[in-house]
């Protein structure tokens, strides 16, 4: 029998600087938005529309990202054309719901802000240290907690850990032997030094 109860949602990494993204919305939320997207990708090629561009932080933020092109006009479905992902970041349901049918029938993946019934993904709260990235989601039920979640595993991952994923990569490009083999040693290595850490 499979097992539908808790977080089904399948979590992945989209390589944002390959695709084409459109937010649309330019108030506070639209910001916010935008904000995660370029903290997380600072070359990803967004097109941000709002019928008003009230935060002037997103221009600020085009004149950083020369990938970014900010428009203040109202959204039109002809910006859909060439997208591979929407962000709907306005104060309008109505909107939000007519973007998101224009998304389905063109096989659009769409983010709707504080929707989660018009939502095909979310968008999570996101640890970063060096290369290592880990994404926390609750199911849309509470961002605030996935916050906190944040704020614990930045507290509590340690700075050395860019150093571990080297020493890690370097490990694994001498290893010799088949898939197994070396997943096998790098479970060994891993392991080690969980232990060690448990112990400090």
Same mark, same amino acid.
């Given at each position: 029998?499979?097992?539908?109860?808790?977080?089904?949602?399948?979590?992945?990494?989209?390589?944002?600087?390959?695709?084409?993204?459109?937010?649309?919305?330019?108030?506070?939320?639209?910001?916010?938005?935008?904000?995660?997207?370029?903290?997380?990708?600072?070359?990803?090629?967004?097109?941000?529309?709002?019928?008003?561009?009230?935060?002037?932080?997103?221009?600020?933020?085009?004149?950083?990202? +020369?990938? #970014? /092109?900010?428009?203040? %006009?109202? !959204?039109?479905?002809?910006? $859909?054309?060439?997208?591979?992902?929407? *962000?709907?970041?306005?104060?309008?349901?109505?909107?939000?719901?007519?973007?998101?049918?224009?998304?389905?029938?063109?096989?659009?993946?769409?983010?709707?802000?504080?929707?989660?019934?018009?939502?095909?993904?979310?968008?999570?709260?996101?640890?970063?240290?060096?290369?290592?990235?880990?994404?926390?989601?609750?199911?849309?039920?509470? +961002?605030? #907690? /996935?916050?906190?979640? %944040?704020? !614990?595993?930045?507290?509590? $991952?340690?700075?050395?850990?860019?150093? *571990?994923?080297?020493?890690?990569?370097?490990?694994?490009?001498?290893?010799?032997?088949?898939?197994?083999?070396?997943?096998?040693?790098?479970?060994?290595?891993?392991?080690?030094?969980?232990?060690?850490?448990?112990?400090?």
């Amino acid at each position: 029998m499979i097992d539908t109860s808790g977080n089904v949602l399948f979590p992945i990494f989209i390589k944002l600087h390959e695709i084409q993204t459109l937010i649309v919305g330019g108030g506070y939320v639209g910001l916010e938005k935008l904000e995660a997207v370029l903290r997380n990708s600072p070359e990803a090629n967004v097109l941000l529309v709002g019928k008003e561009i009230l935060q002037e932080k997103i221009y600020e933020l085009e004149k950083e990202h +020369p990938n #970014l /092109t900010v428009l203040e %006009r109202p !959204y039109h479905r002809r910006y $859909l054309k060439g997208k591979d992902l929407v *962000i709907c970041a306005t104060d309008s349901r109505q909107l939000h719901e007519k973007i998101k049918t224009q998304c389905k029938r063109r096989h659009l993946l769409c983010n709707v802000a504080d929707t989660p019934d018009l939502c095909d993904f979310y968008l999570s709260s996101v640890v970063k240290k060096g290369d290592l990235k880990i994404a926390i989601s609750s199911n849309g039920k509470s +961002p605030t #907690l /996935t916050k906190r979640f %944040r704020q !614990y595993f930045e507290e509590s $991952l340690p700075e050395s850990v860019q150093d *571990i994923l080297d020493n890690l990569e370097n490990i694994r490009d001498q290893l010799k032997g088949d898939f197994e083999y070396k997943v096998n040693q790098l479970n060994e290595v891993t392991n080690s030094w969980l232990e060690k850490k448990k112990k400090d």
